[in-house]
Each structure stands twice: as C-alpha cells, then as structure tokens.
C-alpha cells in the first residue's frame, strides 16, 4: 500500500490535466399554474455563468418566482463553495444553496439539474457540518440516484462521481454506507460516461485501492498517463513516472 500512493502522489505531481464538460441538456416544462418549472437548460450552459456574490444578490429577489434565476443561484453557489476557503461561510451558502435546490427539485423531480444540485449541496452541507454530516449521507445518496436515474452524463458522470466519492468516503456499517466495491463500480461507471474527465480516472483508481483491487489500480494509473496527453515541457519527466510507475506495479505482484 506504500509503494501504491507514492505512485499517485507521483502521478498527482505530474498531472496537469483537467476534465472535460458534459454537453447533456435537461429538459422541462415552462412555468405553469403557479409551480416553478425549468425552462430548458443545460449543465454546458450553466457552467458558463460568471458566478459571483454579486451575481447572487441580483438573483436573489427573482429566486422565488423565476425558475432559472433560482437554478442560476443554486449553482453559483456551489462555485463559490469551491473558492472560500471559510468553513462557516462555506457551510452558510451551502445551506443557502440547498434551500433553493429543494424547492426547485420538488417542483422539478424529472429534472436531473435540480437533483444533482441537492446532492452537491447537501455534501457541501455534510463536509462542513461536522457535527450532522453523517446523518445527511443517506440524503446525498437519494439525491445523486434520483440524477442518476434522470442523465447519469451531467457534469462529466457528476452523479456516478458523488456516489463513488460517497461510498468511498463514508464509514462502512453498522455506522454508516461505506462501501469499497460498491464506490469502484460507480467510478467505473463515470469513466465508462466520460473517460476524459480527470476526476472519474483518479477516483476509479483511489477506490480500486481502497477495495484492495491493486493490479487493477496499477492498470488504471497506467491508463492515466497514456490518455492524458503532457505539456511538452514536462514529456521526460513524465516518461521517467511512467517507467517508474511500471516498476511499482509489478512489485505489487
């Protein structure tokens, strides 16, 4: 097990790659008899929003009878989630975040949009609750299987990668959902949707460790360097990683 994280932190310090955007689309109905309906609108498009506090305060007076200005809030939420580095107002706008994705999600249960911003929003809320974010896994689970259920694609497989990080992450039972075998499968899952996405390849490897799957890991980094293409600047050394990477793999044997 030593000898397999010196290899991911070696592949860690070499990659530079990023992943791709799904172009799903999700669609709904327009507003009807008082009930907020999403227009139509995609993960691609909300990804190009400019997301900022300021944003968010021009949205705020429109999030209660405007469903894509609260769809737009909601999301830019979780983009500022992901740069504060405040745990309290971390955990504020998730909690903020979520209230709008509840109510859109009840009033849009086929829209795989408003599910998966509930379960993003509710993990946000459980990683920075420490005191309730067990008692909220069962709720994130739901959630990212209703998105599942809907377009398993949005977000690069975001739904297949919440549930993988999910049972890989959470305690195994009696306490809690915590599963090897079942995170590696959803991983899998989300490399088979988008192969290109960094995240779902390096997710798939940590639970393949994790489910003591360690061949299987060995191949899964060396399918990492050979996909993701490295800036020519760095093309000896991660040559070098991958030689030494191989080295590592058959030890493990």
């Known amino acids: ?10 592949f860690i310090a070499l990659s530079g790659c990023a992943g791709s ?22 993960w691609e498009k909300l990804t190009e929003l400019k997301c900022t506090r300021n944003l968010i305060e021009e949205l705020r007076p429109q999030v209660e009878s405007n469903a894509n200005a ?17 745990s309290s107002q971390r955990l504020a706008d998730a909690k903020q975040g979520l209230k709008i ?12 949009v408003a599910q998966y911003l509930v379960a993003l929003h509710t993990g946000y809320v459980a990683e920075n609750d420490v005191l309730h974010g067990l008692s909220l896994v069962t709720e994130i689970e739901l959630a990212a299987k209703n998105a599942a259920a809907i377009d398993p694609a949005i977000d690069s497989a975001g739904p297949e990668r919440v549930l993988g990080e999910l049972y890989l992450q959470a305690p195994g039972p009696p306490v809690s959902i915590g599963d090897a075998e079942a995170a590696t499968s959803h991983f899998k899952r989300a490399v088979a949707l988008a192969p290109l996405s960094i995240d779902n390849q390096l997710g798939l490897v940590e639970a393949l460790i994790a489910d003591d799957e360690l061949d299987a890991a060995c191949l899964a980094t060396h399918t990492l360097f050979n996909k993701f293409p490295q800036p020519a600047a760095q093309k000896p050394a991660w040559e070098k990683g991958l030689k030494l990477l191989e080295r590592l793999c058959k030890l493990q044997k």
């Not at 955007?21 to 995609?42: F, H």
Request: with cysteine; charged share 15%.
């Open 1 to 10: 097990m030593r000898n397999i994280s010196l290899w991911l932190c070696l």
């Open 70 to 86: 609260a769809l737009n809030s909601a999301y830019c939420f979780t983009k500022l989630i992901e740069l504060e580095t405040n």
């Open 101 to 112: 994705a509840k109510s859109l999600a009840e009033q849009n249960q086929s829209n795989a």
């Open 21 to 42: 955007i799904s172009s799903t689309r999700t669609k709904s109905l327009l507003s009807t008899n008082g009930v907020l309906k999403i227009a139509d609108q995609s």
